[in-house]
């Protein structure tokens, strides 16, 4: 034996991977805590006040840094842990989970806080497997994060034996040997085939009113520009799914929204219009296509994707391409030839012009209480150019995918794949991975309520991360189902299923160590929001909004 503990060799692995932050809730190896901070001070261990909040952090980093996160869990925290893996698990994005687990000499022995863990990991996650001897720390984590940062990126989780990982206070022999290849996304790009290619050119080549569907595939393959540049040498309008929206500027002239169910209108009259879709990086899943309506199933449909068996899954295909999606745009830039197409973009001109006029009154409103499309708007003006906007679900999500655009190719845009509360923890582990970046998290107050206990973690650790909150007193995105459900004569008890207190978050933000900043008028959005971004300090805007204002449903 070399003296070296799997604790040490732990430690030197999530350096050599780059980690820089590690999400957790106490106490989990304990060891390993003890080396991170004796020999790589500079791998930050963020203690959370849940798990589940650890798992968000660690997907909000990943998503901004390109790196896997980290988050952790003793065996009893395991399981809000795995509730936390389902948003990046659904959206695509390298988390490494790592709890504790059983061990041999007390199994079945009715031991405290433990019951088999394992099961719970496997829908969400691409690997999930055990540590029970010390020697295999180094092969283990190189698989974990090989697997994480390949194909379509996901969540992995190791168990380590011992209800709090104790394993890592064994010795080893083994060399903490790392693959840095497989430290960010794409570890590997897969090229595309000419002839596969030049075959999706061919019937691009061929239509009259095609479009490009972007998706998150083109955002971790930081594709933007390539797909941009694809888009003017071909005259193609792009419009994206929620998870692509900030692959093509909202300002540039041939993008056209965000189309599906959390969408644009004029995003999903065009697709409509379109007489061949280009899907690229998008998994056409029911949100991105508004439930296969966006476009009908049988429009005429060319794919590219990461992943040979998402080509053609829900849309028979004319032509189709397996490679990383930047690589594909690169080689049909250099095989394409140009093409004007002024009918169509004019008429796709019409329509987004069309919804600017419907929306502006809204957009540009000075009613109060504020409307959330006042708030959009203010965003689409205030965010700098290196901006990082971290949206959750729900309203939260219908209100930025309509009527907020990023500006520059330098913002990005984070949105939850379906998990209400995930956006303020995410904001956090985001800010974490780009500190000298503004980031901005955009959530409602149903949403803030799920992990309000983090504004303390952001405080503590000087994580200065802006929370912009929607606050209406409730969850109304719920108000046209239950109006629904009540026949269209909504009573008064019937709104206790989505209605709450008033709170004042700002006070709230205040007593926990960040700045509350309160605004009830909308002309001073834009003065606050300035205010926010320069504190130097974790802030939460606490907006007061229409509590009877709800998004407009997505058009077919």
């Known amino acids: 034996m070399t003296g070296r503990t799997g604790a040490r060799v732990l430690a030197e692995m999530l350096d050599g991977y780059g980690v820089t932050h590690l999400f957790h809730v106490p106490a989990i190896l304990r060891r390993t805590m003890a080396e991170l901070e004796r020999h790589h001070p500079h791998i930050q261990r963020v203690v959370t006040h849940g798990e589940k909040a650890a798992a968000y952090m660690a997907d909000g980093y990943a998503r901004v840094s390109g790196r ?118 794409p570890a590997v790009r897969p090229q595309p085939a000419d002839a596969d290619v030049e075959q999706v050119l061919g019937v691009l080549a061929a239509a009259e009113r095609p479009v490009i569907v972007a998706g998150g595939g083109v955002r971790a393959s930081d594709a933007g520009a390539e797909l941009i540049a694809l888009a003017e040498l071909l005259d193609i309008p792009v419009a994206t799914s929620a998870n692509g929206k900030d692959t093509i500027p909202g300002t540039h002239p041939l993008a056209a929204g965000v189309v599906g169910t959390y969408s644009r209108e004029c995003a999903n009259h065009i697709v409509n219009r379109a007489d061949l879709v280009c899907f690229v990086g998008t998994q056409t899943g029911s949100m991105t296509t508004h439930f296969w309506a966006v476009p009908p199933i049988g429009t005429p449909a060319v794919q590219i994707d990461l992943e040979p068996a998402e080509l053609g899954r829900n849309y028979p295909l004319r032509a189709s391409v397996v490679a990383d999606a930047r690589e594909a745009l690169t080689r ?37 209480p504020i409307r959330p499309e006042r708030i959009a708007a203010e965003l689409t003006d205030g965010l700098p150019a290196d901006a990082v906007l971290v949206v959750d679900t729900g309203h939260a999500g219908m209100w930025m ?5 990023v500006t520059a190719p330098g913002q990005d845009y984070l949105r939850a794949a379906g998990h209400l509360g995930w956006a303020f923890s995410a904001g956090i582990g985001a800010k974490c991975a780009a500190p000298e970046r503004p980031v901005v998290v955009f959530t409602g107050d149903a949403g803030f309520y799920y992990h309000l206990a983090e504004v303390e973690t952001a405080a503590r650790r000087g994580i200065n991360v802006v929370t912009v909150v929607n606050n209406n007193a409730g969850g109304n995105q719920s108000k046209r189902g239950f109006d629904r459900a009540y026949g269209g004569e909504a009573t008064a008890r019937s709104r206790e299923m989505w209605q709450y207190r008033d709170v004042d978050f700002a006070r709230i933000g205040e007593e926990m160590g960040a700045l509350g900043l309160r605004v009830d008028r909308p002309g001073d959005l834009a003065k606050t929001l300035d205010q926010a971004l320069s504190a130097g300090r974790p802030v939460i805007v606490d907006v007061h909004t229409d509590i009877e204002v709800v998004a407009p449903p997505a058009v077919s």
């Open 68 to 185: 896997p996160g980290v988050a952790a869990a003793q065996i009893i925290g395991a399981l809000n842990l795995a509730a936390g893996l389902r948003e990046p698990f659904l959206a695509g994005f390298p988390v490494l989970a790592l709890t504790g687990g059983r061990s041999p000499t007390t199994k079945f022995r009715h031991v405290y806080q433990e019951i088999d863990d394992l099961p719970a990991f496997d829908p969400v996650t691409k690997y999930n497997a055990t540590i029970d001897d010390a020697d295999r720390f180094p092969d283990m984590l190189r698989h974990a994060f090989r697997v994480a940062t390949t194909g379509r990126p996901g969540p992995v989780h190791l168990q380590i034996q011992g209800n709090e990982g104790q394993l890592d206070l064994s010795e080893t022999a083994v060399e903490p040997i790392v693959e840095t290849r497989f430290a960010r996304v």
């Open 401 to 405: 995918a309509q009527f907020h655009d």
């Open 332 to 368: 049909m830039l250099a095989l394409a030839q140009p093409r004007r197409r002024p009918g169509w973009t004019a008429e796709c001109e019409r329509l987004k012009a069309a919804w600017r006029d419907r929306y502006r009154e809204v957009l540009t409103s000075d009613a109060v």
